[in-house]
């Protein structure tokens, strides 16, 4: 007999701890959904669910919190990426605030995160009654996420309360949940920025080419360098857009995402020049900025 | 370090980089013993801080620092530091950073009052902890109680990290005497790998690089140290455990079992049975979507297809049939108690275990463990951070292993039924057979059953029977005549004009405990329902006659309490082992065969009553003396 060899890789150990848990949710919850944010951090997660269910289907929908602010390379690729695969994809937008024409441009980052996503996230998730919701969340991108479970509990109003969260221990998750009260899981809480890639490179999984560096016109807005992406962004800024090499660390609403100047157009040159970076990943998210804390803050509101 | 890539193409770095393993690690240490320091630095200089975060580092230090010049590292944990002061829960947080050779994840576990519940979490997924002691104060309560927590834990390699020898001048006396100290104390747990590091953590000796002030330790810094110490060997790869986590049905042809391999190797091939239903089956296939395996590990992730149409579900257990874990729903286990809300012993927890879930009660508190003494205590519940011995039942069968042998079917988690919260942990203990354990039948909760409004008082019904509701419960060994007692006493109690009813094994395990079997757990629930019945037919003002082996002092305690002591005459039938074998030999043969198990006097034992209200035997059938006793009442 061949010799067996009993020891796995971190990415391999991380894989299987991920499809593990996936696996419980899909087993103890009655409705669970995977948040897709069509990210990179997303887009491996996706890979994970299909791992886990192989050779059968993903048993859970996929649902993307459209802000209606995306670039618009990440919607195409969304949807063509779903018509290739076959998922159960709900694409949820927060109508009310669409109409009143709600925007980063014209209400500033805050109200616009607010509305077009919280808001838009808690009602995605109340239309179709989940209680269970997947999230890509890493506990290395932030310090305020290191001590989050993974298994997150929320209350009825999907609050985060960090005094009642539950102990986790082993792998043994607490799943269970009253009426109207619900569990944020974190598959890849343990991974980090180049674990990520380097299972996307493993694993030639499909990522949004912005994530790779091309000349795009780019203007400077709130000290980030921001994709002119449509005509919705002010004239006064589309004019004095000029172009440059540039790549995203990070995709969200095109006004609220800086891109940075790189020449790596392949995941090894990502990767390269990770480890001699110079900013950590989220500093290229306006929204952090905004205030103190900000994302504790936002976490208990319910976004992520 | 990561800074080698410089000499590896990109390529070759993330080929290299996609092999390395993971080691997952735990930190303790006393409030200042420099744990943050040595965590930071180990980021530092993993080059897992970006810039923007250095620059913070360095504006802080000379701001608010304590290090003097120096860099203070401690500052990159403060989010912790900061939430203590606003009150919010001091919890684990997770790092992480890698090298060359290998991924590391730090449980951090700040705080002291929680320090029990979260060092406790941390450790549960750890392979090895680095324990900090301050070469100023060396080994103190808090290193033994952490190391306590650790061995309780499983932890299976230790490194006791002696910080601060800047302070001590770097002698290696001081190092020495701690260690020897440390040593001492360790022969009373079970720790079986230790390592020994003088370090300075603030100047960094013996953290990445060897320390040019201590020449006299020829061991490795701690980070070589965690490099290469060799983890992967500590899984248990002999008892196979496969707990069906989900089942796949994706087409009518297709019929996958999906878990996580808990321990073991299961191999295509493999003759496998299934718990509970023990059908045997050979495994087909090892599915996954990088192609068919021909062998599974923990802690893979898989799909087994087998060879029958076998019915398994969820929380089913595939093993090797002559490697069989305990089918059991009695066991023992150490408890962290890890809920604000305090115990109440009378819960009837969710208990959680592998993928199974089902209901669990605690029969006994052995006892609490002062985890600074390691003295044991009695208690008949736990608060927050408490920790001690129990005994558990649970509704369902469950596939155990001692928690030593397997910490993944040795675990469990305790869910409170109203609040869902987390409330306890186990660990299972694998010392005492379950025949031999507590079962706990009574419940203290009782009395609080609100009196209800009958029209009829208790005075009236004594009147009308001319009685008081009571039990006669004769207990002694099979064929020591209790059953001639209870019939002769029913019939004069009758000829007396007395309301009664009689009560015998057979007629209640007919109906009433039909589906309960002779285990001792279904023992104790047979005997907990005889004795509620008995209670509301007292209550009611009639007279029950109970005759039933009853062997165990305990239990017979558990069935007064139930029925009430004013309400509860105990009858001894002395007649001896011969005598009562001779009276009715056929279940005597049967057991001394081996045809049949637990009986009392052959392979369970008897507990002679110690002041029983009357002492009878097969000679001196006394039933005058029993209607006495009821009279007196
Ligand atoms: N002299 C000396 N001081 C140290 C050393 N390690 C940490 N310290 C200092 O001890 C204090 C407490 O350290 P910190 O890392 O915050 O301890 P923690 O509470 O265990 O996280 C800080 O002022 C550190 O600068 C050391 O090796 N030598």
Redesign the pocket.
């Known amino acids: 007999m061949k010799k067996e060899n009993y020891s796995l890789s971190h990415l391999k150990e991380l894989e299987a701890e991920a499809i593990h848990i996936i696996r419980e949710v899909a087993a103890e919850f009655e409705n669970p959904v995977m948040l897709y944010s069509i990210g990179k951090d997303s887009s491996c997660m996706v890979r994970l669910a299909e791992k886990a269910f192989y050779p059968g289907k993903v048993p859970f929908p996929l649902m993307h919190i459209d802000s209606k602010w995306k670039f618009r390379e990440m919607i195409d690729f969304r949807d063509n990426y779903a018509k290739e695969k076959g998922w159960n994809l709900i694409v949820h937008y927060n109508k009310e605030g669409f109409e009143t024409g709600i925007g980063p441009f014209s209400h500033g980052s805050k109200v616009h995160t607010d509305i077009m996503k919280t808001q838009a996230l808690l009602q995605g998730l109340e239309m179709h009654g989940f209680d269970a919701a997947f999230g890509g969340a890493r506990r290395d991108e932030e310090k305020s996420r290191a001590k989050e479970r993974i298994f997150s509990f929320r209350d009825k109003f999907h609050q985060w309360d960090p005094k009642n969260q539950r102990p986790e221990l082993w792998s043994t998750y607490n799943t269970r949940v009253m009426k109207g009260e619900s569990i944020r899981v974190f598959p890849i809480s343990n991974w980090t920025e180049l674990d990520v890639w380097q299972y996307i490179r493993l694993e030639n999984i499909p990522i949004v080419p912005l994530y790779y560096a091309k000349p795009r016109p780019v203007v400077k807005y709130n000290n980030a360098l921001v994709l002119v992406d449509d005509e919705r962004m002010p004239k006064e800024l589309r004019d004095k857009a000029e172009m440059r090499m540039v790549r995203f660390r990070t995709l969200g609403c095109y006004p609220l995402t800086g891109a940075v100047e790189s020449e790596a157009d392949t995941i090894e040159k990502i990767v390269e020049e990770m480890m001699t970076t110079t900013a950590s990943e989220r500093t290229t998210r306006v929204i952090d900025f905004d205030q103190e804390g900000s994302m504790e803050q936002k976490k208990r509101e319910g976004y992520f | 370090m990561e800074h080698n890539t410089n000499t590896l193409s990109i390529e070759e770095f993330l080929a290299q980089d996609e092999k390395k393993d993971m080691l997952r690690l735990l930190t303790a240490?006393s409030?200042?013993?420099?744990?943050?320091?040595?965590i930071g630095r180990l980021l530092f200089d993993s080059k897992r801080l970006y810039e923007d975060q250095l620059v913070a580092l360095e504006r802080d230090s000379k701001r608010v620092g304590?290090?003097g010049e120096n860099i203070?590292y401690?500052l990159l944990l403060d989010g912790l530091k900061a939430e203590r002061e606003q009150g919010i829960t001091i919890d684990v947080a997770y790092r992480y950073f890698s090298t060359n050779r290998r991924k590391f994840i730090i449980a951090d576990t700040p705080g002291h009052e929680q320090y029990t519940r979260n060092m406790v979490t941390g450790a549960s997924t750890a392979n090895l902890a680095i324990i900090?002691v301050d070469a100023k104060n060396g080994v103190i309560t808090q290193t033994k109680r952490h190391t306590f927590l650790i061995s309780l834990l499983g932890i299976k390699h230790v490194i006791l990290a002696v910080?601060?020898?800047?302070?001590v001048d770097y002698k290696q006396e001081v190092f020495n005497t701690i260690c020897e100290e440390y040593k001492t104390f360790l022969t009373r747990l079970n720790i079986p790998d230790v390592h020994f590091i003088p370090?300075?953590?603030?100047?960094g000796d013996n953290v990445v690089n060897r320390s040019e002030k201590m020449t006299w330790y020829k061991g490795e810094p701690i980070l070589e140290l965690l490099e290469t110490i060799h983890v992967s060997s500590d899984r248990n790869f002999v008892d196979l455990r496969y707990p069906v986590q989900y089942v796949l049905r994706p087409e009518h042809h297709f019929r996958g079992f999906s878990a996580k391999v808990a321990s073991g190797i299961i191999r295509k091939g493999d003759e496998v049975m299934v718990l509970p239903s023990r059908k045997t089956s050979k495994v087909k296939k090892i599915v996954s979507y990088d192609g068919d395996q021909d062998y599974a590990f923990p802690p893979q992730s898989v799909t087994v297809t087998l060879k029958d149409e076998i019915d398994i579900s969820r929380g089913d257990m595939l093993v090797h049939m002559n490697n069989q874990p305990r089918i059991e729903r009695h066991f023992e286990a150490m408890l962290v108690w890890m809920d604000e809300k305090k115990m109440n012993p009378n819960t009837n927890f969710i208990i959680k275990q592998t993928t199974n879930l089902t209901k669990a009660r605690i029969d006994t508190i052995r006892y609490k463990i002062n985890v600074n003494t390691m003295h044991r205590n009695k208690t008949d519940h736990f608060k927050l951070n408490e920790i001690g011995r129990v005994v558990v039942t649970t509704s369902k069968t469950l596939f155990i292993d001692a928690y030593e042998r397997n910490h993944e079917t040795g675990s469990f988690i305790l869910i409170d039924p109203v609040t869902h919260n987390t409330s306890a942990v186990g660990m299972i203990i694998d010392r005492v057979s379950a025949e031999d354990l507590p079962n706990r039948i009574s419940d203290s909760d009782h009395k609080k059953i609100a009196e209800g409004k009958s029209l009829v008082s208790p005075k009236e019904r004594e009147m009308k029977y001319q009685q008081k509701g009571q039990t006669i419960w004769i207990t002694g060994l099979h064929g020591s005549g209790k059953t001639d007692v209870a019939y002769m006493l029913e019939k004069r109690l009758f000829d007396l004009g007395h309301v009664t009813i009689l009560l015998d094994g057979e007629k209640v395990r007919a109906g009433l405990s039909k589906e309960l079997d002779y285990s001792s757990v279904d023992r104790a629930e047979h005997l907990r329902r005889v004795a509620e019945v008995c209670r509301l037919l007292n209550e009611q003002g009639i007279i029950t006659i109970c005759t039933f082996i009853s062997p165990l002092k305990d239990t017979r305690d558990q069935i007064r309490d139930i029925i009430g002591k004013d309400r509860f005459n105990l009858i001894y039938m002395s007649t001896d082992l011969a005598t009562s074998k001779a009276n009715k030999p056929e279940l005597y043969k049967l057991a001394e065969e081996n045809k049949l198990q637990y009986l009392a006097g052959v392979d369970t034992p008897y507990e002679v009553p110690e002041n029983p209200d009357l002492t009878l035997d097969i000679s001196d059938k006394n039933v005058e003396a029993i209607v006495e006793l009821i009279k007196k009442r």
């Open positions: 240490g409030v200042d013993d420099g744990k943050s320091t040595l304590h290090a203070d401690a900090l910080n601060k020898m800047d302070l370090m300075s953590a603030l100047h």
